[in-house]
Each structure stands twice: as structure tokens, then as C-alpha cells.
């Protein structure tokens, strides 16, 4: 059994990334897994001031909802995010998250596999890869893990829109994949 953590950054009702991750989350946990998600709804998410301190801190300074999650990221054995594509990218508060858990890079860490999931409102191949190479830099600063795996819905673009969508059963088989 693994420790799974599901990160879900869009911020809107009826988010089309929060279903793949429910489904992500639904398939994990029939294969047995311990899964927790969080959403960055309502959490309370600064920007990095950029002041090191976490490097000798082993946390951030800044006292909002950040030093929490980081703490399950870092006792986890699968990280996964799902976002909305924003400009071919992944979304802002999920990037911020990223900077912020810069407390992190010193420590010793448990996750090995990573998976991103993405929507977005083209359904073009090329649409998520900014994403997937924003999440690459992060996962290489922790060379014990790996991208295991990448799940992209286009052609989404109003709230619910992916309801009925084939590749939510896609999440549900990856999140079931995980041995
Ligand atoms: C600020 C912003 C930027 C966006 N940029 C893109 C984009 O570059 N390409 C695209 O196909 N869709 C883009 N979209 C559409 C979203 O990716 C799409 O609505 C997606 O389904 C949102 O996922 P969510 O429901 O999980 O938030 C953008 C939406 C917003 C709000």
C-alpha cells in the first residue's frame, strides 16, 4: 500500500482538473492505496518572497497553509497534481505552491513516482507540454522521483464540461495502475 497525495489546483466550482483527480483519487484507492487529496480552494496561499530562510528553517516563514501541505508531500510515496492549462502552462497558484514548498529541497523525501493531470480548452497535443516541462524542473531537484505518468483532457472548457469524458475512466485506470 502507498501513500498517494492528490495536490487539485483550480479554484473554480465544477472544475473539469478536480474530476480527474477524483478519479485518479477513486482508482487509487480500489487498488488499495492510502489516498488523501488536497485542494488549494479556500487555502490561504502566498507568493515567495524569495528569502532562503526555509533552506536552514527546514519550513517557510510565511504562517499560512503551506508548511501542512508540505509536510504530506514529503511523507507521501506518489505526488500528484492535477491542473487547468493556463496560457500553455500550468496554473499560477499551482506554481506558486511549487515555489513555496522550497523548504523542502534540502530535506529527505519519500515520493519516488509523480503524475500530472491537466485540462484545457484546445485539444491539441502540444497544449499541456509547457505544463509537463514546468513540472519536470521541479521533479528534477528531487532525482529519487520521476514523472510516471501524464493524463490530458482537451476540449474542456466550460465548468463540468467534462462530465461523460472518456478520460475519466483514463484517470480512474491510471490511478488504479499504481502498483
Ligand atoms: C486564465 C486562463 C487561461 C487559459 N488558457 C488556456 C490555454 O492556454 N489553452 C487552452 O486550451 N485553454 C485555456 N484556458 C481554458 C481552461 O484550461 C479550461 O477551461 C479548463 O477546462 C479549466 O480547467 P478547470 O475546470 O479544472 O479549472 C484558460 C482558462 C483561463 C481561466
Redesign the pocket.
Known sequence: MKKVIVIST?L?P?????MLADKFVEGAKAAGHDVEKISLVGKNLQFCKGCLACQKLGRCVINDDVNDIMAQVLKADVVVWAT?????EMSGQMKTLIDRMNAMYPLDYQFRDVYLLT????DEEH?PQRAVAGLTGWIDCYPKSRLAGTLFC?G????R?IEGNAKLQAAYDLGNSIA
Open positions: 483550480s473554480r465544477g472544475s473539469n482538473s478536480d487547468p492549462i493556463y496560457y500553455y485540462t484545457a480548452a484546445e497544449v482537451g474542456v472548457n466550460a465548468a464540461d
